[in-house]
């Protein structure tokens, strides 16, 4: 990750790591990888002025890139050691990718919209982020080739767990996802213990749906 940042957005970047210690994240390693990745570059031109508040932005494609506290809170849950091999579904602009980038060894992510993917290519490339490899797809057939992985973040709602995502999880690894109807879901943590799933309820969360075999239809 290039460490270089324009001046004019370091100061906004540090006030939205006080508001994020304020709301409880406490995770040092999360903190810092907040503090290094630039999320003006990963939001339209439009909303940059806006990019360090903690607040859901629109990216384009009808998606959206989610609220810092819930990448935080989401990352926290995590418990990432840097040594992780990670599946991420929906890139979509690519800011939490570029957070996991910091946080883990190797990460994987599948977005279905092909400009959104693109866009995240040339980004995370731009950026210098080398330990990123990029799939288009349907993220709820998972990443066969390089599974099991170590925690599988989900960034859009699904109705259930995906069986593939399950299936490519490893024994003690954690797959996040938001779960619940189209419009409302909880973000449950799933913990794989002898090959069964352990579910925990985190907090109630609003995400677009999880488009694809495994989740909801299209439209
Ligand atoms: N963490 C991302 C969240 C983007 S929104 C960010 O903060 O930018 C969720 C993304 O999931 C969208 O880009 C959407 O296109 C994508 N998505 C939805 N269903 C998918 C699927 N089955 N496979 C891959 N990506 C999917």
Redesign the pocket.
């Known amino acids: 990750m290039a460490r270089a940042v324009e001046p004019g957005f370091s100061g906004a970047r540090r006030r939205l790591i006080e508001t994020l210690q304020d709301k409880g994240i406490k995770d040092l390693a999360v903190l810092r990888a907040i503090d290094m990745v630039p999320r003006h570059k990963?939001v339209p031109e439009s909303t940059r002025h806006r990019a360090y508040e903690d607040a859901a932005l629109p990216?384009g494609?009808g998606?959206?890139?989610?609220q810092p506290y819930v990448?935080a809170r989401s990352l926290e849950l995590l418990q990432l050691t840097g040594a992780e091999r990670v599946l991420e579904?929906?890139?979509?602009?690519?800011?939490?990718t570029a957070l996991l980038a910091e946080l883990a060894a190797q990460v994987f992510s599948?977005?279905?919209?092909s400009t959104?993917l693109e866009r995240s290519r040339t980004l995370l490339s731009e950026l210098g982020v080398r330990n990123v490899s990029l799939l288009l797809?349907?993220?709820?057939l998972g990443w066969s080739n390089y599974a099991p992985y170590d925690a599988i973040v989900v960034?859009?709602g699904a109705p259930h767990v995906p069986p593939a995502l399950e299936a490519q999880l490893a024994e003690g690894g954690r797959l996040l996802l938001p779960v619940g109807d189209r419009e409302e879901q909880v973000l449950a943590v799933f913990t794989k213990r002898g090959g069964q799933l352990e579910r925990r309820d985190i907090t109630p969360v609003r995400?677009?749906?999880?488009?694809?075999a495994g989740?909801w239809p299209p439209g």
């Open positions: 990963f990216i494609a998606q959206t890139i989610s990448h579904i929906g890139t979509g602009s690519a800011y939490q599948i977005e279905r919209v959104l797809g349907d993220g709820t960034g859009a995400f677009v749906p999880l488009i694809g989740g």
